[in-house]
């Protein structure tokens, strides 16, 4: 398969599709931190998803065609439920906020509707206010393998949605009692240790488990695909 992933600079799902024998490829406006540039397209991710060819860091063109598989982690810090508190402050509301939060929209929503076969897009719950479509399911890393809580979306359009592969109780992070009396361990306290910045770019990783499951159940093996 050829699967491009937007807007990831850690390289965790590109890198288990590889691991899978695909021919996947990060994208992204930062350079990658997962060690693979030859695997890196730096730049306009919505470029990259028109096909064709695209160059990676190493200075390699590859025909890729038609995408038959896009993963998308669009930038989510205006659209998401949790920052909805800051479009309005003192009683009045916050024109800038609300640009940017219509802008990433337009992101979002050009990703969904790619000429491609196969899109998923991951992001944390949304804010209503933007009116993004309906998400297909909600997952946590620890159903595949991770003991933290991270409520993440995923929109979905010609995948099944993902199967957890490895249910654990969370044990790490700070502890919350939800309202049904669940005890629950939270992502936002993790040791990831560096400026609030760094913490919050770790934070913002896909977890390996679920990139591993993403991999395994949207890629499969190579040889199934002509």
Same mark, same amino acid.
């Given at each position: ?5 937007? /807007?990831? +600079?850690? &390289?965790?799902? /590109? %890198? ?15 350079? #990658?931190?997962?060690?693979?540039? +030859?695997?890196?397209? $730096?730049?306009?991710? $919505? ?8 160059? %990676?860091?190493?200075? &390699?063109?590859?025909? @890729?065609?038609?995408?038959? $598989? ?8 205006? $659209? ?6 800051? *479009? ?6 916050? #024109?800038?906020?609300? !640009?940017?939060?219509?802008?990433? =929209? ?11 076969? =196969? @899109? ?8 209503? *206010?933007?009116?993004?479509? +309906?998400?297909? &399911?909600?997952? !946590? ?6 003991? @933290? ?9 010609? @995948? ?9 109780? #969370? ?20 040791? /990831?240790?560096?400026?609030?910045? +760094? ?17 395994? !159940? ?9």
């Amino acid at each position: 398969m050829k699967v491009l992933v937007a /807007c990831e +600079e850690s &390289q965790a799902v /590109c %890198t288990a599709f590889r691991e899978r024998g695909h021919e996947a490829y990060s994208c992204d406006i930062q350079e #990658p931190s997962g060690g693979h540039p +030859e695997w890196h397209i $730096l730049g306009d991710a $919505l470029e990259a998803v028109k096909g064709g060819s695209v160059t %990676t860091m190493d200075g &390699q063109v590859h025909v @890729v065609g038609k995408w038959d $598989l896009l993963i998308a982690h669009p930038p989510c810090t205006y $659209l998401t439920n949790a920052g909805a508190r800051h *479009i309005w402050k003192g009683g009045q509301l916050q #024109p800038d906020r609300v !640009q940017k939060g219509i802008l990433a =929209r337009d992101l979002f929503m050009r990703f969904w509707y790619a000429d491609i076969q =196969r @899109v998923v897009i991951e992001n944390p719950v949304p804010s209503k *206010i933007f009116c993004l479509p +309906e998400y297909s &399911q909600i997952v !946590q890393p620890f159903q595949f393998g991770h003991a @933290v809580t991270k409520k993440t979306c995923l929109w979905e359009r010609g @995948v099944r949605p993902l199967e957890p592969t490895n249910i654990v109780e #969370p044990v790490k992070g700070r502890k919350m009692v939800l309202k049904n009396g669940t005890v629950r361990y939270s992502c936002w306290e993790m040791d /990831c240790g560096g400026s609030k910045e +760094e913490r919050a770019k770790a934070r913002s990783k896909t977890f390996p488990g679920i990139a591993k499951a993403m991999a395994d !159940q949207w890629g499969g093996d190579v040889g199934s695909h002509g």
